[in-house]
């Protein structure tokens, strides 16, 4: 295959493989380098990769083992901002809306639990599929999606519950 092709393939598909990487790691910058090092491995092997179902499955499987990498995961955790952040309001919650809120939720889940939910959500991949990326069995996807909606489930729970009417009375 040619340079050609490498080149058009990038144009075509990097915006989608992109948010494929941002859905993992809530973290543009790290998406783009992410994205990055999985184009680079896909041209490094461009010629064996491109078979019927083209290079675009191998490209997201590098990005996603990139993603579940224990290199990455020390410099994951320290995010440099420009400026300090404001002292956090007593109720802060109240100004964030549905999806900001669950961006958060979601940064929470442990990284291979993240990894099936963007991968059976976003990608809409059945469970056998998601077990063959992640190097694992149908059942463990399962578990993993299982725990994760279990988290997921109990935060909302805690962040919905009303408050206590006043005197103790419900």
Do not use: N
């Amino acid at each position: 295959m040619s340079g050609v092709e490498f080149t058009e393939f990038v144009l075509g598909r990097s915006p989608a493989l992109l948010r494929f990487a941002y859905l993992l790691t809530g973290d543009r910058h790290l998406a783009e380098d992410l994205t990055q090092e999985g184009l680079v491995r896909a041209h490094r092997r461009w010629s064996g990769i491109v078979s019927a179902e083209g290079p675009e499955p191998y490209v997201r499987k590098a990005i996603l083992r990139q993603y579940l990498s224990w290199r990455r995961r020390r410099s994951f955790a320290e995010r440099p901002v420009a400026e300090p952040p404001d002292a956090v309001a007593a109720d802060a919650t109240g100004r964030f809306d549905e999806t900001d809120a669950m961006w958060s939720l979601l940064a929470t889940l442990p990284r291979s639990q993240r990894a099936v939910m963007v991968l059976r959500y976003y990608e809409d991949l059945p469970d056998a599929e998601i077990a063959r990326l992640l190097g694992c069995s149908a059942s463990t996807v399962r578990v993993h999606a299982f725990h994760a909606l279990q988290k997921l489930r109990a935060a909302l729970a805690t962040t919905r519950e009303p408050a206590p009417a006043p005197g103790g009375q419900p």
